[in-house]
């Protein structure tokens, strides 16, 4: 048990249909790190928010796109959907602490989204 | 880019047998994380090892970071079948704000009874 969720746990979708997935971070961590895990492989970097300020992206496109609001919570937002964007999508919190104190930040694992577009 | 890539892809062992699961990069990482992932759950963060050269033992499983801190190796002594699961390895670029992980392929184990 991280403290971290997601909803909604499952979601079928069409292709160019918009979709919106939630987190809610543990109280107190001011980083949230999205990840997509396509089937058989290890998670992909998509973004990170620091304070509510995108901080870092990885390889994906502009239709992915995510808020970090005040209360601990965040969304996910892809639009246009592809059928390659069937996948699990994870969020991880974290407290965001890592450079300035010269030691690793723990990242915290929600269960993740489960993705399917047809 | 930053690649990790973890051998083997899979591999299925009975029970007490010993294994070990392996992490290759041409990149050096702050830090390097091992998680384990079983079906339906996010990665759990299993330890990680910062210092070139290190070992960190949890119980049956011995961790390691090559001297270069690019390279790591995870040993599990005696496997049980509540060992089994997906193993992934993640490399942490160190930042002010957050670690941003670079996870590497993947190892699915399956420990037979």
């Not at chain 1, 300020?53 to 796109?65: L, Q």
Request: charged residues 15%; proline residues 5%.
């Amino acid at each position: 048990e991280t403290g971290v969720t997601q909803s909604p746990t499952h979601l079928i979708k069409t292709r160019g249909q918009q979709v919106t997935l939630r987190c809610s971070s543990q109280s107190g961590h001011n980083t949230v790190s999205w990840y997509q895990q396509a089937l058989g492989q290890g998670p992909q970097f998509i973004f990170q928010y620091y304070r509510e300020e995108e901080n870092g992206r990885g390889n994906f496109p502009p239709r992915f796109s995510g808020l970090q609001f005040p209360n601990y919570s965040s969304e996910l937002n892809v639009n246009a959907l592809e059928l390659d964007d069937s996948a699990l999508y994870l969020c991880a919190s974290s407290p965001g602490l890592a450079g300035a104190n010269g030691r690793t930040d723990t990242q915290y694992f929600g269960p993740g989204t489960r993705l399917t577009v047809l | 880019t930053q690649l990790l890539e973890q051998s083997p892809q899979f591999l299925s062992i009975q029970e007490g047998e010993n294994l070990t699961v392996y992490c290759n990069s041409s990149s050096v990482f702050s830090s390097l994380q091992w998680y384990r992932q079983e079906p339906g759950e996010g990665p759990v963060l299993l330890v990680t090892v910062v210092t070139g050269g290190e070992v960190k033992k949890l119980k049956r499983l011995t961790f390691q970071f090559g001297d270069a801190r690019k390279d790591s190796s995870l040993h599990i002594t005696a496997a049980q079948t509540g060992d089994t699961g997906l193993y992934l390895c993640a490399g942490a670029e160190m930042e002010s704000s957050g670690d941003k992980l670079t996870f590497g392929t993947g190892t699915r184990l399956a420990v037979r009874p």
